[in-house]
T-cell receptor, first 111, second 113 residues
Framework: DGGITQSPKYLFRKEGQNVTLSCEQN?????MYWYRQDPGQGLRLIYY???????QKGDIAEGYSVSREKKESFPLTVTSAQKNPTAFYLC??????????FGDGTRLSIL | GNSVTQMEGPVTLSEEAFLTINCTYT??????LFWYVQYPGEGLQLLLK?????DKGSNKGFEATYRKETTSFHLEKGSVQVSDSAVYFC????????????FGAGTRLFVKA
């Protein structure tokens, strides 16, 4: 089936540790996005990528990094510099002027 | 700049009640407008969309009309069900270059049996 696949569904991070969230798509979307969602809040854009090997910072990029080495994949690394990483992370893919397709999210917690 | 403002929730209704969730936007150009729904523990799903003024998007009994004169895109449903309980997000897609979607803060809906 076509879609956006995020893994893992739940992830735990220790203090000072970097963790990487996976996002894969088989919808042939040019653009991919990472959002952060906190309880009772809307979506905040972390990073986005419109083409392979290129990406831009969103509104809350500090403490995060991404790569876009191939069209199908857009992993997000939550670094130790992100002091409040506990949140629900959503990956999406899209094409200009069309609705985005979302994965089912990864819930990150701190041990 | 571009922004989306939704009514604050939570909204609590009894089954078969009428639903309105207000959404207004600020944007340059002529954005496309969307409503997304998020069920617990899941990502967002597109509910409906409208791409130009006076367009009406509809799906699963939900409707919203793109009103350019009032810069609004209010979501309505004539008779809600318990299964409609979710968080609803209004969003706009900029037409002036780039692929960014601007989301509202979301409105949580609870429907009681």
């Amino acid at each position: 089936d076509g879609g956006i696949t995020q893994s893992p569904k739940y992830l735990f991070r220790k203090e000072g540790q970097n963790v990487t969230l996976s996002c894969e798509q088989n919808l042939n979307h040019d653009a991919m996005y990472w959002y952060r969602q906190d309880p009772g809040q809307g979506l905040r854009l972390i990073y986005y990528s419109q083409i392979v090997n290129d990406f831009q910072k969103g509104d809350i990029a500090e403490g995060y990094s991404v790569s876009r080495e191939k069209k199908e994949s857009f992993p997000l690394t939550v670094t130790s510099a992100q002091k409040n990483p506990t949140a629900f992370y959503l990956c999406a893919g899209g094409t200009y002027n069309q609705p985005q397709h979302f994965g089912d999210g990864t819930r990150l917690s701190i041990l | 700049g571009n922004s989306v403002t939704q009514m604050e929730g939570p909204v609590t209704l009894s089954e078969e009640a009428f639903l309105t969730i207000n959404c207004t936007y600020t944007a340059t150009g002529y954005p496309s407008l969307f409503w997304y729904v998020q069920y617990p523990g899941e990502g967002l799903q597109l509910l409906l969309k409208a791409t130009k003024a006076d367009d009406k998007g509809s799906n699963k009994g939900f409707e919203a009309t793109y009103r350019k004169e009032t810069t609004s895109f209010h979501l309505e449903k004539g008779s809600v069900q318990v299964s409609d309980s979710a968080v609803y997000f209004c969003a706009l897609e900029r037409n002036t270059g780039g692929f960014k979607t601007i989301f509202g803060a979301g409105t949580r809906l609870f429907v009681k049996a």
